[in-house]
């Protein structure tokens, strides 16, 4: 019997936001957004149905944290007085603990997924890549089962 082959699958999804950083002094700190892509890479062994993993139900673990996200404000929590005021304007916030870098996002999203994937012992590595512009991007990898 010939060992299973391990098979990497992907899926994209895009959304639009604003952040800034608030220490930065070339240019970031001021207030602007980005058309923000995350490519969901998961490698592991076809289960009885042929699939690694089913791109729907990708979707469906992705799908709400992008809804969250979408047409947001994303800022540290601490970022004041800008977040007191766009509260006050009834901005669209997502308030993190971290400064909204696309490496620190790219972990609070990975942090979101690897759960939901702990059930499926035939997934054996997720990927996530943040697309921060077209050219810049992130990519962390974690280990699973
Ligand atoms: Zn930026």
Same mark, same amino acid.
């Given at each position: !019997? &010939?060992?299973p *082959?391990?098979?990497? *699958?992907s899926?994209? %999804? ?8 608030? %220490?930065?002094?070339? =240019?970031? $700190?001021?207030?602007? =957004?980005?058309?923000?892509? *995350?490519c969901? &890479?998961?490698t592991g062994?076809?289960? $009885?149905g =042929? !699939?690694v ?13 992008? +809804?969250?996200? +979408?047409? /947001?404000? !994303?800022?540290?929590?601490? +970022? $004041?007085?800008l ?7 009834g !901005?669209?916030? /997502? ?6 870098? &696309? ?9 979101? *997924? ?9 997934i /054996?590595e997720?990927q ?6 077209a ?6 990898t974690?280990k699973? /089962?």
């Amino acid at each position: !019997m &010939t060992e299973p *082959i391990p098979t990497t *699958i992907s899926k994209e %999804y895009r959304w639009e936001m604003g952040h800034r950083l608030s %220490y930065h002094t070339d =240019g970031c $700190q001021n207030l602007h =957004g980005h058309s923000y892509r *995350i490519c969901v &890479t998961l490698t592991g062994t076809l289960n $009885q149905g =042929g !699939m690694v993993f089913d791109f729907g139900d990708i979707t469906r673990i992705i799908k709400p944290i992008i +809804d969250d996200l +979408d047409h /947001s404000t !994303m800022l540290h929590e601490n +970022d $004041q007085p800008l977040v007191d005021f766009l509260i006050s304007q009834g !901005m669209k916030l /997502s308030l993190v603990p971290f400064h909204p870098t &696309t490496e620190e996002l790219a972990a609070w999203f990975l942090g979101k *997924i690897v759960d939901p994937l702990k059930p499926y012992s035939n997934i /054996s590595e997720l990927q996530v890549t943040i697309f921060e512009t077209a050219t810049s991007t992130v990519t962390l990898t974690h280990k699973l /089962s």
